[in-house]
């Protein structure tokens, strides 16, 4: 069995500013107090604070202003889609919100790939599709079923839609778990994602926008259900 990494005090020090920061015991826009003031009061040294900072700078949350001092960023005005993830850690409220834009993308996906897709593509999701029914456990089908959409985006021939859908599947990859409910049994989930696949295939704009539609309405009740 592979040892689990330990968690180091840079890691538990970057948790703890991050919910700082998240919970609004830092708001965004203020500075942080200085450096000694802040390493004290976490009873770290000044060069584990600056590797923390260096995490959460290049996460999006801190910006640094040399002679002027470290400032919370304001994240939801200036952040981007990358912050999703580690939004979503610090409280899964976001995933309603994540599954909101999943909706409208996936049906507007499923649209576009029913008007571009060509034969390799139609070959390549009737492929995908039939490995969701033959995953061997719920952990499987839920990744075969993510391939399926994958591949969806990639069928519009449009990157922005294929790097669109890896950025919502990532932001609820952290609590994945909690939302395997559509996904307990291979052979519903494939019979479940058949539709939209098969209105893909046949061309179908129509007939994929709305089986979309139905497909990603009824996996996200079952996935908050889960998650409740």
Request: net charge positive.
């Amino acid at each position: 069995m592979e040892a689990l990494p330990r968690e180091t005090i840079v890691d538990v020090l970057e948790g703890r500013l991050r919910e700082d920061i998240l919970t609004g015991r830092h708001p965004a826009g203020s500075y942080l107090p200085p450096e000694r003031t802040l390493a004290d009061g976490y009873g770290v040294t000044r060069t584990t604070l600056k590797h923390a900072f260096g995490r959460l700078t290049q996460a999006g949350l801190l910006e640094t202003r040399h002679g002027v001092g470290t400032r919370v960023r304001d994240y939801l005005r200036l952040g981007g889609a990358d912050l999703l993830p580690m939004l979503v850690r610090h409280s899964p409220d976001w995933i309603r919100e994540v599954f909101e834009v999943r909706r409208g993308i996936g049906a507007l996906i499923a649209e576009r790939a029913a008007t571009r897709a060509g034969g390799r593509q139609r070959a390549e999701l009737r492929d995908l599709l039939a490995a969701v029914g033959e995953a061997a456990d719920t952990d499987a089908v839920q990744l075969a079923d993510i391939e399926v959409h994958r591949a969806l985006a990639r069928a519009t021939g449009n990157r922005v839609y294929v790097l669109l859908t890896n950025t919502l599947f990532n932001a609820y990859l952290p609590v994945r778990a909690a939302l395997s409910g559509p996904f307990t049994d291979a052979r519903v989930a494939r019979e479940r994602l058949a539709p939209v696949v098969e209105a893909v295939v046949a061309g179908d704009r129509a007939g994929a926008r709305s089986a979309a539609e139905r497909y990603l309405t009824v996996t996200e009740r079952i996935m908050l259900e889960g998650l409740a």
